[in-house]
T-cell receptor, first 112, second 113 residues
């Protein structure tokens, strides 16, 4: 079965600095999608960024970018110029062949 | 406005008392799914539905039932709730398959005592 691993239960970053959240996954599929979701204290699930596995180019959304290493099955999220509003739980997720899986999450704290 | 609506948002119930958590989406999405979120475990898929009358088990289906009689609705049924089903539940929907943008409901806090 596919698995998604987030090895950092908690991370901390200074406001305006850059932080990278790690995610690895295991799959035998060649076609799949990867996501990062943000969950603030309200518990709402907010899509941050999405990556199609067939695309070699790393996805970017404003201050958020990913480093997608397909051979290594790695999908890290980089947050640049961190803001206080970035503080949240971040979940890495995988979808392929009707199988949707989430990692256990990384709690990000942003220090003023 | 695109919405996935879950009800109830908060519920405390007793062991063995059947309950239904409703989920409705207004985007004509084919794909709908249910997840539970527990501390340290992330979100785990309970059931999903690719379209009307098509449902399948996710990772943790035990103790739950679903039905998809209409495209917009996907209720989650707990026939005989137990305390280990105390959790935060999310309904989600997307076009065709979750490779597209997944829209989540606001979550339903369920406590079984």
């Amino acid at each position: 079965a596919q698995t998604v691993t987030q090895s950092q239960p908690e991370m901390s970053v200074q406001e305006a600095e850059t932080v990278t959240l790690s995610c690895t996954y295991d799959t035998s599929e060649s076609d799949y999608y990867l996501f990062w979701y943000k969950q603030p204290p309200s518990r709402q699930m907010i899509l941050v960024i999405r990556q199609e596995a067939y695309k070699q180019q790393n996805a970017t959304e404003n201050r958020f970018s990913v480093n997608f290493q397909k051979a290594a099955k790695s999908f890290s999220l980089k947050i640049s110029d961190s803001q206080l509003g970035d503080a949240a739980m971040y979940f890495c997720a995988y979808y392929g062949n009707n199988d949707m899986r989430f990692g256990a999450g990384t709690r990000l704290t942003v220090k003023p | 406005e695109a919405q996935v609506t879950q009800n109830p948002r908060y519920l405390i119930t007793v062991t063995g008392k059947k309950l239904t958590v409703t989920c409705s989406q207004n985007m004509n999405h084919e794909y709908m799914s249910w997840y539970r979120q527990d501390p340290g475990l992330g979100l785990r898929q309970i059931y999903y539905s690719m379209n009307v009358e098509v449902t399948d088990k996710g990772d943790v289906p035990e103790g739950y039932k679903v039905s998809r009689k209409e495209k917009r609705n996907f209720p989650l049924i707990l026939e005989s709730p137990s305390p280990n089903q105390t959790s935060l539940y999310f309904c989600a929907s997307s076009r065709q398959f979750p490779g597209n943008t997944i829209y989540f409901g606001e979550g339903s806090w369920l406590t079984v005592v």
